[in-house]
């Protein structure tokens, strides 16, 4: 390979004449003390530098004698998967893939975005993945940024979606800079092993093509999880005489895998002959072709239908949607099958918080449960996002949405004309049912109507009212009695309405997943739109001006109560079962005193901002405008004060 020398001509020669202008700078203000004679060169006070000889490039530097170098083909690479974005807190260790990203590819296909904190970096391709559906890639600055990003990848790993992070290291001792020692490792992706799929630090050009391409398979192939590539320095910045030796190799996505076909036609005859089935899916829509898939099963059986809201499964006003009534419907049934439940044992269980903490089964004696998930393709041992392993009577390890159409057939050839006549009626009864919950949910949230602070269900209420005839996207909800009014209250029919929550609970996810997921949006000219929590916001505020620098349209929509609620009522009930009183149970949970103003917040990152809004007849006229500025492509905010719950 050729190396580098003292201001050579190459791709970057237009250093040396930047070098040559800072020595001359440098020379000029040095002059008048030589004149002066060595008294003189010593001035009373420290000469101010000037911004001339602050920015000039050094005295001496190094450039490339060839018109390549490592990170320009790691870009070539990059650059066959897909990435239409890459994300990043910048930081020295991927300074030389920064750099071509930049100028050898273009800032184009992928784009850099700019945050201003690791975690966000992830959390935004955690909701960009649940639009687009392909992965964002992710910079990650050595062992420092790799921790900062560690609960984004978390939530990532335990919500099944592939982040593909690409981490800097100084893996070389001999030639670290003192900064460097600390962030660098041996072992840099150690730290997060436990919760991603798979890592490697290439050793060559050829090993990072390779394994970049095979981190892109292996992130993607269900169940779908984070990958890490460490990407050393040394490897990045090395110049090449010619990348003619090297080659990209060629994408090919494995086909996700379906169920076995005896235990799938096992589970047809279960279902058509069962006198009230329940379909639950939680994760099953993988791609927008499991909606349908799911509706025509559904239809078929007239089944009941609980959308447990991992992804957006099923329409929520279909007439055998039960999720507002998933517990009559479970203790109604005798075959339950779980479609990529995170937690099948929940669904069929309940826990009662106590002293001595006990559980129920939730369905009568005798009722079959199925799963079909690729949970059982894939576990590991520390972390137990797993859940408690249920009782199931089949077990069918398979991609949900990959297994639907063979059951769906399955199903067709089983039904008779009797059958159709009693699912019919079925049906019908299903229907029945599901407006009657609906009706009580429409008469709930008109409870506190009026009130101050502002009622959840009236945000939620009077959001859609100004929505509901775009094409709106709910990029992020806190998934609390708060954050699932929406669920109760508006129409989702599409995919993309309905992004689900953070898989980890990890608090900081909601407003940069938000603004991933609006990013994807974008180019459709969705209507992005985010119910953000105070707490949340808190956690990365800084990805606020990431949407604003970045013109990314976003309306996040503040149900700010000024606190962390939830962790104030688990202190009450401590507070409650000591006997003890509740009054005090707030301590170290709320964020008053001072009182967050968000829009001041939002107005100082250059983000559109109104509020805090306490009078609930404000909030209609503050979220037209609000919506008006998204519309025009730029993001807004609005600050409401509202009730806890």
């Known amino acids: 390979m050729s190396k580098s020398k003292k201001f050579s001509a190459g791709r970057r020669s237009f250093l040396k004449s930047a070098a040559g202008a800072g020595a001359a700078t440098l020379a000029a203000s040095a002059a008048p003390a030589a004149a002066l004679g060595q008294e003189a060169a010593r001035p009373a006070v420290p000469q101010v530098i000037t911004q001339a000889a602050e920015t000039a490039a050094p005295a001496e530097v190094e450039v490339l004698t060839t018109d390549s170098c490592g990170s320009d083909f790691m870009v070539d690479v990059i650059k066959s998967l897909g990435f239409e974005y890459v994300c990043a807190n910048p930081g020295s260790s991927f300074r030389g893939l920064q750099e071509s990203l930049i100028n050898y590819g273009g800032n184009k296909a992928p784009e850099f975005i700019t945050n201003c904190h690791e975690e966000s970096s992830v ?10 559906g392909k992965p964002l890639a992710v910079l990650a600055h050595g062992t420092v940024g790799l921790q900062h990003a560690a609960m984004g990848i978390y939530n990532a790993w335990c919500d099944r979606v592939p982040a593909y992070i690409m981490l800097g290291n100084h893996g070389n001792a001999a030639v670290r800079r003192a900064a460097e020692w600390y962030h660098g490792a041996q072992d840099a992706a150690a730290m997060v092993r436990d919760y991603t799929k798979w890592d490697d630090e290439p050793a060559s050009l050829v090993h990072f093509a390779e394994s970049a391409v095979r981190a892109y398979r292996i992130s993607m192939t269900p169940p779908m999880a984070p990958v890490v590539l460490v990407l050393d320095s040394e490897l990045q910045e090395h110049p090449l005489d010619s990348k003619e030796k090297l080659t990209v190799p060629r994408l090919t996505m494995p086909v996700p895998p379906q169920g076995e076909s005896g235990a799938v036609a ?16 939680d994760r099953l829509n993988r791609t927008p072709a499991a909606m349908p898939l799911l509706v025509e099963l559904a239809e078929l059986l007239q089944a ?10 099923f329409p929520s006003r279909h007439p055998l949607n039960q999720s507002q009534r998933a517990a009559a419907a479970i203790a109604e049934a005798d075959v339950v099958l779980g479609l990529e439940l995170a937690d099948f044992w929940s669904t069929v269980n309940g826990v009662r ?16 449960l199925v799963s079909i998930t690729t949970g059982d393709l894939y576990i ?23 297994t639907l159409p063979s059951l769906i057939e399955a199903v067709r050839k089983l039904i008779t004309g009797d059958r159709r006549r009693v699912f019919q009626e079925r049906g019908i009864k299903l229907a029945e049912a599901g407006k009657a919950a609906l009706d009580r949910i429409r008469q709930a949230a008109t409870y506190a109507w009026d009130a101050s602070p502002v009622s959840t269900a009236r945000v939620a209420a009077e959001l859609y009212g100004q929505i509901r005839n775009e094409d709106w996207s709910l990029v992020s909800t806190y998934y609390s009695e708060a954050g699932v009014w929406p669920r109760r209250l508006w129409n989702f029919t599409k995919p993309y309405q309905w992004l689900g929550i953070a898989g980890g609970g990890g608090i900081g996810y909601g407003a940069p997943a938000s603004v991933g997921a609006a990013l994807a949006n974008k180019k459709y000219g969705r209507l992005s739109v985010s119910l953000q929590t105070d707490g949340d916001l808190m956690y990365a505020p800084g990805v606020l001006w990431t949407a604003a620098h970045h013109r990314i349209p976003l309306l996040s929509v503040m149900l700010n109560n000024r606190a962390y609620h939830q962790e104030i009522m688990h202190v009450q009930r401590m507070c409650n079962q000591r006997n003890r009183g509740i009054d005090s149970g707030q301590v170290g949970s709320t964020l008053t005193d001072p009182n967050i103003d968000f829009a001041k917040v939002a107005q100082g990152m250059g983000v559109y901002a109104e509020g805090p809004i306490t009078d609930p007849k404000d909030l209609g ?6 919506v008006a500025v998204v519309k025009r492509g730029e993001p807004a905010l609005v600050d409401v004060v509202t009730q806890a719950r």
């Not at 096992?266 to 899916?281: I, Q, S, Y």
């Not at 006990?358 to 005798?366: A, I, N, V």
């Not at 006229?621 to 609000?626: D, E, G, I």
Request: hydrophobic share 45%.
């Open 123 to 132: 959390a935004m391709a955690h909701g960009y993945f649940k639009v687009e």
């Open 266 to 281: 096992e589970l047809a005859r279960l279902l058509v002959a069962a006198e009230n089935p329940v379909l639950v899916a």
């Open 304 to 313: 009941a239908v609980v959308d447990q809201g991992g992804r957006m499964n």
């Open 353 to 368: 918080d106590q002293f001595h903490r006990t559980t129920r089964r939730l369905t009568k004696p005798g009722a079959k």
């Open 380 to 402: 590991r041992s520390n972390y137990q996002d797993f859940r408690r392993m249920p009782d199931v009577d089949i077990a069918i390890a398979a991609d949900g949405e990959a």
């Open 621 to 626: 006229p503050a979220l037209a405008r609000a």
